[in-house]
């Protein structure tokens, strides 16, 4: 069976067999490029998923790094987001493999991370509402999809999209400060404020830099009722 890698797009020989005919997952992926993957490994911030290995000892404690602990501390972001799970570390190639995907609109590279999506999901306790952290009609336009959206489809994962979102600058252009005393960007929409009451949520963004765009979109589900918010990214930056 020949078939071609989802980011590289060479081609991948492999034997068919008739294990590979009934496989559940096929591969989308080449070896060269899998290995390039950094999956996060050893012990990691308990709140935010950040590898806490090459982090210097005063920046972290009791398995928290100073970021989250910081989080902790404020009055008004204290247990908004109960955790966050990343799969792979924000590695060069990461960066520019999700860049072409988001930027240069290279849809295909979703297919890459839908099973490993869906591994990691299997393993979480079962959220009630999967929740993809929405684009402003604006960046839609501009992109012509929804990168969240496109891998839980990919991945066939159910979701609800219940968050809507004003158009700013785009994140990657903004400074740590600026990224993180940005005013308030996400909104409930109120046709779903029924079926959230109670309910634990999970958020699923590409992914997690400051922290602060999961804490705002988890802020409103909080506000209307949601008995919880975690999250799930692809990467940890």
């Not at 090459?54 to 902790?72: A, K, M, P, T, V």
């Not at 994140?171 to 996400?186: A, H």
Request: aromatic share 8%; hydrophobic share 35%.
């Amino acid at each position: 069976m020949s078939d071609y890698c989802s980011i590289c797009i060479e081609r991948m020989n492999s034997i068919t067999t008739w294990g590979s005919l009934f496989a559940k997952n096929t591969p989308v992926l080449c070896s060269k490029c899998e290995e390039q993957l950094g999956i996060i490994e050893g012990e990691r911030c308990t709140i935010c998923s950040r590898a806490l290995k090459n982090l210097d000892g005063s920046y972290h404690g009791n398995s928290i790094c100073l970021d989250c602990q910081r989080w902790e501390e404020s009055l008004q972001w204290n247990s908004i987001l109960q955790k966050n799970t990343s799969i792979y570390e924000y590695n060069p190639f990461l960066k520019e493999t999700l860049a072409r995907y988001k930027y240069r609109g290279d849809y295909a590279i979703a297919k890459a991370f839908a099973n490993p999506i869906k591994e990691v999901l299997g393993k979480l306790d079962p959220p009630d509402i999967i929740v993809p952290i929405p684009l402003s009609k604006e960046r839609i336009y501009e992109r012509a999809f929804n990168q969240t959206t496109s891998i839980l489809l990919e991945a066939q994962i159910h979701y609800t999209e219940i968050l809507t979102r004003t158009h700013t600058e785009k994140q990657s252009k903004k400074s740590r400060t600026q990224r993180i005393k940005q005013e308030q960007v996400f909104n409930l929409n109120p046709k779903h404020s029924d079926i959230i009451q109670n309910k634990s949520i999970l958020l699923f963004d590409d992914i997690y830099t400051t922290g602060m765009t999961l804490r705002q979109a988890a802020l409103p589900i909080l506000s209307g009722g949601a008995k919880s918010v975690s999250s799930l990214t692809i990467a940890r930056g």
